[in-house]
Each structure stands twice: as structure tokens, then as C-alpha cells.
């Protein structure tokens, strides 16, 4: 597609910081004010996927206006206070946009378009070269971010993911999708821009916001080809430097969450090779945000996979890489993943130690330098990683006290983290001689099936299950175990 060549009369502004909202955060972290956005969207019937990139960007003054959506969240938010008054532009005067009626958004179903993404698309940031087209293009890098938030389009995004090919996937990723069709009919892929790295970090936000909330079992082979393309585009390079940069951590991260889909889906091997795809990538571009990303998993997976000596070292390696970033938070849960190692070493000392840190770090607070990916991390988290490593060391009672507190903080939003919490509560319980009260954790786990396509979820109810046998006179472990054994096999 040709750019255009006409300049307007005006030079560019730069986007100003929108210091207004930035006050209405005040000690929240992006990721938290992000959840906070989320639970207001529930409880006015709206869904919006928020994260803390999105909030950046508004505090940053890249979205004058927000969609819609977002606008009647913040308003119930913020009540009697107007867009302008929390630091927006009136809609009227945001170029490119008209005035709508209630309820209407320029984004409700609207594909993703095309963005230019020739050489010199990068070398025109900071030059006047705009004309209707350019504005509508501006519409859109901001709706990049905001579409996913239309409960219209969530459905199809999930419908494509649950249902359809790898392909059909791929293609609902804007230039990602694009991109895999060229290189799938042997054309050589051109350079990336802006366009592209701006889809993969879509990308890795869809892919993990799908995990949250049904699981990796649907996602994980459809996931695969955004990643092929992701490193298609790193292999066909970038015009600027910057552009690689965003590149290569969108690929590194984008590797990460297919590679937790295979993990959570039982696929340790597939699991393995992704993380160290990701680990290379961290290293070839000196990025240690994404190398601590990459050692953090790998850690979990040594667990998972009986490597407990592993995963220490790997904790222990993901910390030395996160010290200069200066994330508590993040510190905080790899010390989590070192007490996870230890644990399975039967080393009671050293994971107490761990864990003892991680409450330190924990209890810091958040902080800006918090990685996006950590939104999920929170105290419910903390609390269920604790509880797994109680029940590792065979400390029953200990593990379900950690692992109802979990169950309790989870916010419903994050389906599957709910549904994994309840499930280590009724293994605990069950492994902890109270059987009744394992069968009604059991019970809700199932209730949360439907919404969640987990493995490692399937795994632990059927080593509950085995536990339960011996009480099924119990009315309440009978019913489990009948609604447990109805269950389909997962594929």
C-alpha cells in the first residue's frame, strides 16, 4: 500500500502527558489500576481487557480520547467527574473522529487494517505527512489497543482461537496474519515497522488474557504459527533500531506464553524448547527484563517435571538477571520459584528461607518498573504458590490454609486461576484427611470446567479423585466422584 506524500499545514504535536489520570492512579501500580479498571467494566456489564500497558499509554497522552467502552468505566469510576476533567480531550476535538451516540464506538466491529509498513514509514515519526488517510491510521493505532475491549469482538477472538485453524488465528492479528500468509506462499517477508511490532505485543497480550480466562488445552497449536511469523519478522529485520528492539522482546515473549500454553497443557518438551527460544532471544539482544522472564518459567517447568535441583538454579539465575531492573514484585515471585525448587528437594530450610523473601519483596509494594507480564501476580498468587510448596514438603493443613486464601483473593475475572486454586485446596484437604470438604472444593472446580481448558488442573482432580476412593460413602465424595468420572477425557 503507498503512503502518502502530502503534508499538511500544521507540524505534529507531541502527545502531552495526561498528568490528571496519572493523579487518580496514585499508589497503584499500572497493573493494579489496570485490575481495578477491569473489576469497574464487570460491575457495570462491560468488559474491557486493561492492562498496564494500556494505562501507560493514556498517562503517556498517546489515547486523547478512550473508546466508548472505556469512557462509561471511567465515568463510573470516577463519578461526577467528565472525560476532561480526568485529562482527555473532549471527543469533538480529537481528530479524525466525529462525535457518536451513546453507546456507538468506531471501533465495534471493525477488522484490524493494514498498516503501512514500508522503510519509510519509520523515517516519517517525526515529520508532517498526514493527510483524512493518515488520521484514520492514527484511529487505529490507538483502537489496536482498544478493540479487544468490544465484548463482540472478544467473542469472535475466542471463537477464532477455540475453534478455528492456526491460519484463521494468525489472520485475526492484523500485519501478523498478513505477514504468515506471505510467508506461507513463499514470498519473501518484507521489513517491519511499527505496524508489526505493535501486533506482536497484541499478540502476547490476546494469547494471555485467553489463558486467564479458559486455559491452554484450546490455545496452545494455535498459538504456534503467530510465533513462526514473529520470528519470520525478526529474520527479515527492521529499519529502525528501536523497531528491533520492540521486536525481538514482543518474539522473546511471545515464545514465553506459547511455550506456558504447552506447559500448562502437559507438553514439557515443547515447553522446554520454547523457553529456551525465548532465553536466546533475551541474550542475542541484551534484554534482561526478558532473559528473567524466560529463567522464571523455566524454573516453574523444572518443577513440574521433577528437575527440582533445576529449577533453583534457574530461579537463582532469573534473579541475578532481575537485580537491576528494580521490581520488587518480580523478585519477590522468582524468590517464590526458588522456594517451588527447594520444596522438591525436601530442603524444608532452604524453601522457608525463600519464602521469607518473597514476603520481604512482596511486601514492598508495587513499583514502575514492575514488567507488564506480571499483572497476574498478585496476592492470591503469592498465597497459591506458598500453598504448592506446603504441599510439596507433605504439610497438608499448612498448604490448605495457603491455598483457600488464595482461592478466596482471586478475582473471578482470571477463570482458570480460580479454578486452579480450588483445585489445590481439595487436594490438600483430601491428602489432609477431610474428605468432605475436599469433594465440595472438587465440586466447584468442575462447575468452572465449562470456562477452563487446563491439563494441569485435569491432573490434580484426578490424583484428588484417587485420594477420595476410600470415602465414597461420603454423599458429598460421591457426588464428586460421579460428576468427576462423567467428565470427558481431555484430548
Known sequence: MASSTVTSAQPERPPRPNLAFRRLRGKRSPAEFAAAVRRAAREIGERVSCDARYVGRVEAGEIRCPNYAYERVFLHMFPGRTLTDLGFAPRSSVRGRQARGAGESWEAGEPYKTHDTRDDRDTRDNRDTRTDRDDRDDRHTQDLYETHDNNEESDVLRRAFMTSGATVAAASLGPLGLALDAAAAGRPTRRAGTGEAGALEEAVRRIRLLD????????????????????????????????????????????????????????????????????????????????????????????????????????????????????????????????????????????????????????????????????????????????????????????????????????????????????????????????????????????????????????????????????????????????????????
Not at 517435571?305 to 523478585?331: F, I, K, N, T
Not at 515471585?333 to 514476603?359: N, P, T
Not at 491432573?459 to 470415602?471: D, N
Open 212 to 491: 486467564d480466562r479458559h486455559g491452554a488445552d484450546g490455545l496452545y497449536r494455535r498459538a504456534a504459527a503467530p510465533l513462526r511469523t514473529a520470528y519470520a519478522l525478526l529474520d527479515a529485520g527492521a529499519s529502525r533500531q528501536a523497531t528491533a528492539d520492540r521486536l525481538y522482546t514482543g518474539a522473546g515473549e511471545l515464545a514465553i506464553s506459547v511455550g506456558w500454553l504447552a506447559h500448562d497443557s502437559g507438553r514439557f518438551d515443547d515447553a522446554r524448547s520454547h523457553y529456551a527460544e525465548a532465553l536466546a532471544t533475551a541474550r542475542m539482544n541484551g534484554d534482561a527484563g526478558l532473559e528473567a522472564h524466560a529463567f522464571c518459567n523455566m524454573a516453574f517447568l523444572a518443577r513440574d517435571a521433577g528437575r527440582p535441583r533445576e529449577a533453583v538454579r534457574a530461579a537463582q539465575a532469573a534473579q541475578r538477571a532481575a537485580r537491576p531492573l528494580g521490581s520488587d514484585r518480580l523478585m519477590s515471585l522468582l524468590s517464590l520459584r526458588e522456594a517451588g525448587g527447594w520444596a522438591g528437594l525436601a530442603d524444608r530450610v532452604g524453601c522457608e528461607q525463600a519464602l521469607v523473601r518473597a514476603q520481604t519483596f512482596y511486601g514492598r509494594g508495587p513499583s514502575e518498573t514492575d514488567p507488564e507480564w506480571m499483572s497476574f501476580y498478585g496476592e492470591a498468587e503469592l498465597e497459591g504458590l506458598e500453598a504448592q510448596c506446603w504441599s510439596t514438603l507433605g504439610d497438608w493443613p499448612r498448604a490448605a490454609r495457603h491455598a483457600r486464601r488464595a482461592a478466596d483473593l482471586q478475582d473471578p475475572h482470571f477463570t482458570r486461576n480460580l479454578a486452579l486454586y480450588s483445585a489445590e485446596l481439595a487436594d490438600d484437604l483430601a491428602r489432609g484427611g477431610r474428605p468432605d470438604e475436599a469433594a465440595g472444593a472438587g465440586l466447584r472446580v468442575l462447575d468452572l470446567l465449562g470456562e477452563v481448558q487446563s491439563s494441569r488442573i485435569h491432573t490434580m482432580l484426578a490424583g484428588t479423585t484417587r485420594v477420595l476412593l476410600p470415602h465414597r460413602r461420603s454423599p458429598t465424595v460421591s457426588t464428586f466422584l460421579d460428576r468427576h468420572g462423567a467428565l470427558p477425557r481431555p484430548a
